[in-house]
């Protein structure tokens, strides 16, 4: 048998401010978690996953690619949130061969995600001035299409609800590496303001799959930059989850369930993104 000669490099763009005002008590700001995009490589090919947020982040990730000096063909974006991908035209502009692909339902994500009602409600107050006006889709994968990096199959998994709708994992057995988007928060406090109890049942179904794929490594979508790469993660974001869970049936408000996490998980990271998934439940 060949041996594969794969190989994988990480990005992390740091978490950032943004202009969200509901800030919980021992916050003075909201901000945005770390993110992290993933690239696949071998000799002659490259596969990038999730090509992040603004253009600072592309121009970072751009400057990243060229000191790797790893080929570039290939982007695969996990899922529809616009903080994986709307530097993907930055991407594209200076590397106009690459190819950029998604599942199809992830590419409807993607449209709505970047409609000008969502851009103009959400994303641009968001994060004002820094969104690329250079927003490109990517093109939607067929039923027997197969992507692959010099030659070793790397397979998209259908995860459906994790942090949001139409979700994705890649997994690459050559590495035995699972680039899990948002299915996994590593160190990392969840985004679980878009998942009703049925999407938190449906988030640890997704968490079956993965652990399913038996990876050795797994590249969380949102990733504290000091943490490591192991699959252990898998088990730690399904024990927040039920945290979470257990929770919302012993508190009564938003301030009650935060603390609850936070003495549960009080070294995870952005605590701002807690507070929104308490919000979310409590009002």
């Known amino acids: 048998m060949k041996q594969s000669t794969l190989d994988y490099a990480v990005h992390i763009a740091a978490g950032m401010p943004t202009t969200n005002p509901d800030v919980p008590p021992d916050l003075r700001v909201r901000d945005w978690s770390p993110t992290t995009s993933t690239l696949i490589f071998g000799e002659h090919q490259g596969l990038l996953v999730d090509p992040l947020f603004t253009r600072a982040q592309s121009a970072d990730l751009l400057d990243w690619l060229s000191e790797l000096g790893k080929p570039l063909t290939s982007i695969y974006i996990t899922h529809g949130h616009g903080d994986h991908w709307f530097g993907l035209g930055e991407i594209l502009s200076h590397h106009p061969s690459a190819r950029a692909v998604a599942l199809p339902e992830v590419v409807d994500e993607m449209r709505l995600q970047s409609s000008p009602e969502v851009l103009s409600s959400f994303w641009h107050p968001l994060v004002p001035d820094q969104i690329s006006s250079n927003i490109v889709m990517a093109n939607p994968l067929a039923d027997d299409e197969e992507v692959t990096v010099d030659g070793n199959l790397v397979i998209?998994?259908?995860?459906?609800?994790?942090?949001?709708?139409?979700?994705?994992?890649?997994?690459v057995p050559a590495l035995e590496l699972v680039v899990a988007g948002d299915a996994i928060y590593n160190n990392v406090h969840l985004m679980l303001a878009q998942s009703d109890a049925a999407g938190r049942q449906s988030w640890l179904r997704a968490l079956d799959t993965v652990e399913a794929l038996n990876p050795s490594r797994i590249i969380a979508g949102h990733k504290d930059p000091a943490s490591d790469d192991d699959p252990r993660h898998i088990e730690l974001t399904r024990q927040y989850i039920?945290?979470?869970?257990?929770?919302?049936?012993?508190?009564?408000?938003?301030?009650?369930?935060?603390?609850?996490?936070?003495?549960?998980?009080?070294?995870?990271?952005?605590?701002?993104?807690?507070?929104?998934?308490?919000?979310?439940?409590?009002g």
């Open 156 to 171: 998209p998994i259908r995860l459906d609800h994790t942090d949001g709708d139409n979700t994705t994992c890649l997994h």
């Open 242 to 282: 039920l945290d979470f869970e257990a929770g919302i049936r012993t508190t009564d408000t938003t301030l009650a369930l935060y603390d609850f996490m936070v003495e549960r998980h009080p070294d995870r990271v952005n605590r701002g993104a807690l507070w929104g998934s308490c919000r979310a439940v409590k």
